[in-house]
């Protein structure tokens, strides 16, 4: 593992790990502005509430979402999309706030993906037993675009593995105000979150956030 210190939002300390020649955990990158991420996270989903989405297969998802941005992901029985209205209140989902914009451009940047413009974030909220299965993201139009998370509240283990489903899988542990960008050869890699442990985190009690910045269009 290569491990490089520099410099995270603000200009606080931030180590990076390297997961594979595209895929950088920056660790603690976000943990200065976490309070102000939640509390824009608590106006978003003031307007757009986290709910339980539907897979395709019929199956309730045990991670809670919302989303802001000019496009959100969905899913439901007719498949997984992105689309620019919320489909329970039928209303454009909220803006995305300049500081996740900031946040998310400023970490792309740092893993070597210039001028990364999102267009969509998801929210997730994970509580304890939530988890997310082995899945790729590749419902986005334009794949050489990276994608940026922030991981917030209790950590979680994290699964990364290859480009088949197949393919043996580590594990990494996210916490409180790591950031993950992955794009290049890492960007269709298999990905999953184990169930989460129950815990009691200072700022966010026993839940988990993840925010993902993607460029869907
Ligand atoms: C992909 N979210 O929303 S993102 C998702 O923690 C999603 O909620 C997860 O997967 C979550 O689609 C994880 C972080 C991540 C980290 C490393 C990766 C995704 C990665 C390495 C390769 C590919
Ligand atoms: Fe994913």
Same mark, same amino acid.
């Given at each position: ?14 180590? #990076? ?15 200065a ?10 106006q ?21 979402? #919302? ?16 689309q620019?209205v919320?489909?329970d ?6 803006s ?6 900031q ?18 974030c ?17 419902d986005?139009?334009?794949l ?5 998370s922030? #991981?917030?509240?209790?950590?979680a ?5 290859g480009?088949?489903?197949s393919?043996?899988? #580590?594990?990494?542990?996210l ?10 050869a890492?960007r269709?890699?298999y990905?999953?979150?184990?169930a ?8 966010l ?13």
């Open positions: 593992m290569i491990s490089d210190l520099l410099s995270g939002a603000g200009g606080s300390e931030t180590w #990076s790990e390297r997961l594979g020649p595209g895929a950088i955990v920056l660790r603690g990158f976000a943990t502005q976490a309070a102000n991420i939640v509390a824009e996270i608590q978003i989903i003031a307007q757009a509430p986290f709910r339980h989405m539907e897979t395709p297969g019929g199956f309730r998802m045990s991670v809670a979402m #919302s989303n802001c941005g000019e496009l959100g992901w969905v899913t439901d029985k007719a498949g997984y999309r992105y620019a919320d489909p209140s039928a209303r454009p989902w909220p995305l706030p300049t500081l996740f914009r946040l998310a451009t400023e970490a792309a940047a740092q893993a070597g993906f210039a001028n990364f413009m999102p267009d969509a998801l929210i997730n909220r994970y509580e304890p037993g939530a988890r997310m299965s082995l899945h790729q993201d590749k986005e139009r334009d050489t675009q990276p994608i940026v922030i #991981s917030l509240g209790l950590p283990q994290f699964q990364f593995g480009l088949k489903r393919d043996p899988v #580590s594990r990494v542990t916490t409180h105000g790591d950031v993950v960008v992955w794009g290049g890492d269709l890699r990905h999953g979150v184990l989460l442990k129950t815990g009691d985190h200072p700022l009690g026993a839940c988990r956030l993840n925010l993902t910045f993607r460029k869907a269009v």
